[in-house]
């Protein structure tokens, strides 16, 4: 049996990326939305055939319902997931996780106290070039990796209106909007991040979050990286890694489209590594089903998108102060 979800908030990533993926999910199904303009809800409930709710309390009475998606905006996220919680639904939550590291403690305790599984929207690192290069890691393919370099930019100047210039709704900038996602990568591909140095700043445009953001990342097994982050520039949003035995280039695994490719070059040699492609949406969808439905361990627990917040807190800690900053184990 599919599990069945519900999406609360009905806005553009809802509607171009999270409902088509539960359609296409081979063990979920979509029955119900939920957004507190009833005009949206509905008209997006029509297009899917679903049922819809403009008030949380109902929306959360509908005992079919095993999962939510949060589509809101950070500010809401804390708040909603408590009490999806504490209707017993499952949780699989955007990016980022919340407001503040504060929040999400709060968000992992109470998903915990009711026992369902909360897991973080990092898709990237569902990407099928992410997957691959998991692989390649683990096979020592370029030996041991001595730096990372995450590009993830997007030019986005000021529009009238929209909440992610307002640290009061998104809680921070371009790291808080994407930079995440490069973060969460490089964990799942090189495991812990223990210390930070950073620069956050706005090089381009006068908006009271950060456009601009070049962080140095240490992690536990040895290694560093280097995040490259924007709202004011486009960017190739390509992963470079570096080993003692060579390089890979991963393009496409920093996006949310399915495509990309890995290349390499290998104790002299180039390469060209083929890739097997899914829609990142879609595996993401289908692995926090089967773990709702096989009782089987999410990659990611709630706790490693507390950690994802504290990482992202200590680089604008690093970036005020001017001075490294290290992460601390709860």
């Not at 990533?13 to 081979?26: E, G």
């Not at 591909?189 to 706005?202: H, M, P, Q, R, T």
Request: a negative charge; one cysteine or more; aromatic letters at 8%.
């Amino acid at each position: 049996m599919p599990i069945k979800w519900g999406i609360l908030g009905c806005g553009n990533l809802a509607d171009k990326k999270i409902a088509p993926a539960i359609r296409q999910a081979s063990n979920a199904e979509l029955i119900a939305v939920m957004d507190s303009n009833s005009e949206k809800a509905g008209d997006f409930a029509d297009r899917y055939c679903v049922r819809k709710y403009s008030d949380l309390n109902a929306f959360l009475s509908d005992s079919e319902i095993s999962a939510v998606y949060i589509a809101t905006p950070p500010f809401l996220h804390c708040e909603q997931a408590i009490k999806i919680a504490d209707a017993g639904k499952h949780i699989l939550c955007e990016k980022p996780m919340a407001l503040n590291s504060s929040e999400a403690k709060q968000m992992v305790k109470t998903s915990q106290d009711n026992q369902v599984n909360l897991m973080v929207g990092f898709m990237m690192r569902f990407h099928s070039c992410s997957l691959r290069a998991k692989e390649l890691i683990e096979e020592e393919t370029i030996g041991k990796i001595v730096v990372a370099d995450a590009q993830i930019s997007w030019l986005n100047p000021p529009q009238e209106g929209a909440w992610r210039y307002n640290p009061e709704f998104s809680g921070g900038g371009c790291l808080m909007d994407f930079g995440c996602h490069a973060i969460d990568l490089l964990t799942f591909l090189l495991g812990e991040i223990v210390e930070v140095s950073a620069f956050v700043d706005n090089v381009v445009f006068d908006y009271p979050v950060e456009d601009t953001v070049v962080a140095m990342l240490k992690f536990a097994r040895g290694g560093y990286a280097i995040l490259n982050n924007c709202f004011s520039t486009e960017g190739d949003n390509r992963l470079f890694l570096y080993g003692n035995k060579g390089r890979l280039v991963i393009s496409g695994a920093l996006g949310t489209e399915p495509e990309g490719k890995i290349e390499g070059i290998v104790e002299g040699t180039s390469k060209a590594y083929p890739v097997i492609f899914k829609d990142p949406y879609v595996a993401e969808i289908e692995h926090f089903s089967k773990v709702i439905s096989e009782g089987t361990a999410p990659t990611m627990f709630g706790e490693e998108g507390l950690r994802n917040m504290q990482i992202v807190e200590a680089i604008y800690q690093s970036g005020k102060t001017g001075k490294t900053v290290k992460i601390e184990k709860e």
